[in-house]
């Protein structure tokens, strides 16, 4: 049974920065595609990046450029690196995982691409 925790969330000023990890358990972490999603109040959840086996990565528009997602399988962990951040950014984050074993460069956006997600860590941008 996977399990993933996240943690790192918190309160923020706009501007600054965060880091979350996310820490997997019960499967083989390295083989699989990975994912930071994030739902606001009153929104549907949205993609917000994803990294494949071999590190290839993807983001959504709207945080290219300031968030860094990376992954340490020695660790089975993986981060989502925040900066600059904005009050518009302030969502619960979740994090998630595929159970097909993909192409090394494979990563994609796609809520129903993933299997499992975590419960989620609270990220508050004040301005």
């Known amino acids: 049974q996977v399990q993933l925790v996240e943690s790192g969330g918190g309160l923020v000023q706009a501007g600054g920065s965060l880091r979350l990890s996310c820490a997997a358990s019960g499967g083989t972490f390295s083989s699989y595609v990975m994912g930071w999603f994030r739902q606001a109040p009153g929104k549907e959840r949205e993609f917000v990046a994803g990294?494949?086996?071999?590190?290839?990565?993807l983001y959504a528009d709207s945080v290219k450029g300031r968030f860094t997602i990376s992954r340490d399988n020695t660790k089975n962990t993986v981060y989502l690196q925040m900066n600059t951040l904005k009050p518009e950014d302030t969502a619960v984050y979740y994090c998630?995982?595929?159970?097909?074993?993909?192409?090394?460069?494979?990563?994609?956006?796609?809520?129903?691409?993933?299997?499992?997600w975590g419960q989620g860590t609270q990220v508050t941008v004040s301005s």
């Open positions: 998630a995982q595929d159970r097909n074993v993909l192409g090394i460069s494979t990563v994609y956006s796609s809520r129903s691409q993933y299997d499992y």
């Open positions: 990294i494949s086996r071999g590190g290839y990565t």
